[in-house]
Each structure stands twice: as structure tokens, then as C-alpha cells.
């Protein structure tokens, strides 16, 4: 019998790496996964309703999630459990721009969320109470750790020139 050829993949090219390959927006199946996590653990919905509204398999969330959902009983509803030690990719504003660093776990995840939502209070507001409790704080990994600007000046500059993270997520553990 004659063989059949291999067909040649090539790899994507430059301008198609970063565009969406499939509908909303393209997200990988780990984010969406992530995505179901979190409407199951701030709306109280089964894995199947979550998983339903992210138009994502139960079996995909499990695969990508699943150390961080526990069932009932045998045979019984899953639940999401109150933190997990998934790594992230954040957002953070430093004196020289917005820069993306590794943070492992929701605990941090939601910190570093507080921190930005407090630095958009001050910004609308300009009062300065709420970046009391992010002062020295420090996030990342040991390799690379960003200290929390409290300074209001050095915020509104940012601000200013448009230097603050736009999202809170550069990419979600896995995915870059």
C-alpha cells in the first residue's frame, strides 16, 4: 500500500497568534474554565448551570479546575471552594507603566483587585484614606516582586499619561 503524505503544519504567523480563532473572544478553554469558577463561587450556581452560561463542557471545567471544586457527597453537587492556588499574570502599575506579574492564588489575585479598585476611588475622588492599607505592600513572586504605589502624586501622573493597567489580568497561569 502507498503511504500517505504528512502534511507540513506551519507555524501561525505574527499577525494571527493574538487573534481570536473561535467566538467570544476566543478564549482558551483554561479562561473559560476560570470563568465558570468564578460566576460558581459569586452566584452559588451548580457546575452545569455555570458551565452552561460559559457555553463550556462540565468535563472541560473539571480537567482545568478541578482541584478547586469539591462535591457534597458521592454523586453530589460540586462546589467551588473559597480560594484556589492557580497562578496568574496581573497587572500592575509601577513608576514606568503598567507590568504583568506572576501571582499564585485567588487570595492575592483579590487583594491586588482591592488595590486597583482603591487606586480608581482615589483618582475620581482624590481622597487618599483608602490607599493607607496598600502601603508597603508588595506582590509577585520571589523572583520578581512590585512594591503597591500609595504616592498620589506619582498616581495621578500615571493617570495622566495613561500608564495604568487597563485590566486587572495580562494572562491566566498556562496561557500567555
Same mark, same amino acid.
Given at each position: ?7 507540513l ?12 480563532? $473561535?467566538?467570544?473572544? @476566543? ?8 470563568? #465558570?469558577?468564578?460566576?460558581m463561587? $459569586?452566584?452559588?450556581?451548580? /457546575?452545569?448551570?455555570a ?9 472541560? #471545567?473539571?480537567? %482545568?479546575?478541578?482541584? @478547586?471544586?469539591?462535591?457534597d457527597?458521592?454523586?453530589g $453537587? %460540586? ?7 492557580f ?13 504583568? #506579574? ?5 487570595? @492575592? ?6 488595590? /486597583? ?6 483618582l $475620581? ?16 513572586t520571589?523572583?520578581?516582586? #512590585?512594591? /503597591? ?8 501622573? /500615571?493617570?495622566?499619561?495613561l ?6 489580568? @495580562? ?6
Open positions: 500500500m502507498p503511504r500517505k503524505k504528512k502534511r503544519s506551519r507555524a501561525p504567523s505574527p499577525e494571527s497568534r493574538n487573534k481570536p480563532t $473561535r467566538g467570544k473572544g @476566543a478564549e482558551g478553554p483554561r479562561t473559560r474554565a476560570l470563568h #465558570v469558577l468564578a460566576h463561587r $459569586r452566584e452559588d450556581l451548580s /457546575l452545569a448551570e458551565a452552561r452560561l460559559e457555553h463550556v463542557k462540565p468535563a472541560t #471545567v473539571l480537567r %482545568y479546575v478541578g482541584s @478547586a471544586l469539591r462535591r457527597k458521592t454523586g $453537587r %460540586y462546589r467551588a471552594t473559597a480560594t484556589d492556588k497562578h496568574r499574570k496581573l497587572n500592575l502599575p509601577t513608576p514606568s507603566g503598567p507590568v504583568p #506579574v506572576s501571582v499564585r492564588g485567588s487570595k @492575592a489575585a483579590r487583594q491586588a483587585s482591592a488595590y /486597583l479598585n482603591d487606586v480608581g476611588k482615589f $475620581r475622588t482624590g481622597k487618599t484614606k483608602q490607599l493607607r492599607r496598600h502601603k508597603g505592600k508588595r506582590f509577585g520571589k523572583k520578581q516582586k #512590585v512594591e /503597591l504605589i500609595t504616592d498620589p502624586e506619582i498616581l495621578t501622573t /500615571l493617570a495622566r499619561g500608564a495604568l493597567p487597563e485590566q486587572l489580568y @495580562a494572562s491566566l497561569g498556562g496561557e500567555s
